[in-house]
């Protein structure tokens, strides 16, 4: 997929409007987790060290109606930023008009600017109209208006189609490019479905069939095994004839897990233990089982011999995918699976190794081995779309090389 990069667009002197992803958590007016914040200094500190005038826009939260607007203020980020890039960032705090056209007209080459939260344009006059997340057409072509080129390093959004990523490419008159960190997302991402080394092995986890039958339809195609594990591993077994006790089955879907363990062969890998529980509490009374689960219990983690025939699958992988917890990771109880799973992988020293999703991304952190990995996807939703093999409309607009 050649798309144009920051370092293909004039910068010198130009107005570069840029979507970040600064979705991040904020209490008491102070930014918790500066993760996103510090992914996104990359490509801003190339505009500005290249001469160019950094207009940054980002959705922070929902905004549903008026009141949800003190809360959701990028003011904190701002501030933040200012820290992290040791110069100053002008806030504005509104999203069009006078005021804001005003302070770019008023930035020289170098400067840095944060418009206040994209998402204030979802609520006009105390009604909820989703101007920014609906994409309308005049908000993108007006922000496109404020700038000269695009630089879009949202991936996380990359699979909504809103005004501040696919309205801004589409007007803007220039030319869109991505930025750093999306290029490493479409470069890994990318490569690791459409053109990865063999053997390559996808790990999937999560509660719910549902939100992964899509990848998996896809990945069935592409990969050499998948690795099942999480609350879903039990609607298969459900549609293997395994009694699942009261584990999570999603019963509408019992006969599309069918169809994938018939299309499957041997390529989907179950759970063979689980760690079972009396009630869905951490301190509940547990055992491992193998085989059927008896009424009055339920899983909630894989078992120790499922995380040794997990290693076995993934020992000799090239390429590995891995999004979604093996068990209830929120509870310490059951966060075993994923966490032996996380360690493991950063062991795995000459393969390709990218992780995805809120629960697996918090366990390598957790286990300190995120730096071992190849690859860290900031987009829970855009990797998982990037997975089923649709196109992200935030990457589709972006201009061709």
């Known amino acids: 997929m050649a798309k144009l990069i920051v370092e293909d667009l004039p ?40 001469g160019g005038r950094a207009i940054l826009f980002s959705h922070l939260g929902r905004i549903k109606k008026e009141e949800d607007k003190p809360g959701l203020s990028l003011r904190p980020v701002a501030e933040r930023l200012s820290n992290l890039l040791n110069k100053p960032v002008t806030f504005v705090p509104v999203t069009e008009g006078k005021q804001l056209e005003d302070a770019i007209d008023n930035m020289k080459n170098g400067d840095v600017l944060l418009v206040q939260n994209t998402r204030y344009e979802d609520v006009k006059d105390g009604e909820y109209v989703k101007r920014e997340s609906g994409n309308d057409p005049e908000l993108g072509k007006y922000w496109a208006s404020l700038g000269d080129v695009f630089v879009n390093d949202a991936f996380g959004t990359a699979h909504r189609k809103h005004a501040s990523n696919v309205g801004i490419a589409t007007n803007m008159p220039g030319k869109a490019a991505a930025g750093y960190l999306m290029e490493k997302e479409i470069k890994f991402l990318g490569d690791a479905v459409d053109n990865p080394e063999r053997p390559f092995v996808a790990i999937l986890g999560g509660a719910k069939v549902s939100d992964k039958i899509g990848v998996i339809d896809n990945l069935l195609d592409k990969a050499d095994k998948i690795i099942i594990g999480g609350g879903m591993a039990y609607t298969f077994y459900a549609a293997k004839g395994i009694k699942v006790g009261n584990s999570l089955v ?19 890998v179950l759970p063979i233990d689980n760690v079972v529980a009396d009630k869905f509490n951490n301190d509940a009374d547990t055992k491992v089982v193998e085989g059927d689960i008896d009424d009055g219990w339920m899983a909630l983690d894989i078992g120790p011999k499922s995380v040794e025939e997990f290693k076995n699958v993934l020992k000799d992988a090239k390429t590995v995918v891995w999004n979604g917890p093996m068990g209830v990771f929120e509870m310490p109880n059951f966060a075993k699976g994923t966490l032996e799973i996380g360690k493991f992988l950063g062991t795995l020293t000459d393969a390709t190794t990218i992780v995805g999703g809120g629960d697996s991304t918090a366990a390598v952190k957790e286990l300190g081995v995120a730096d071992k990995l190849t690859h860290i996807s900031t987009g829970g939703g855009a990797s998982l779309t990037y997975l089923e093999g649709n196109e992200l409309p935030g990457i589709a607009a972006i201009s061709d090389k």
């Open 11 to 50: 910068l010198e002197g130009k107005k570069v409007l840029m979507r970040v992803d600064f979705n991040v958590p904020i209490k008491d007016g102070v930014v918790g987790d500066d993760n996103r914040i510090v992914a996104a200094l990359p490509t801003i500190k190339y505009v500005i060290d290249h």
């Open 250 to 268: 999603e019963k509408d879907k019992i006969d599309v897990a069918k169809q994938i363990l018939d299309k499957a062969g041997d390529k989907l």
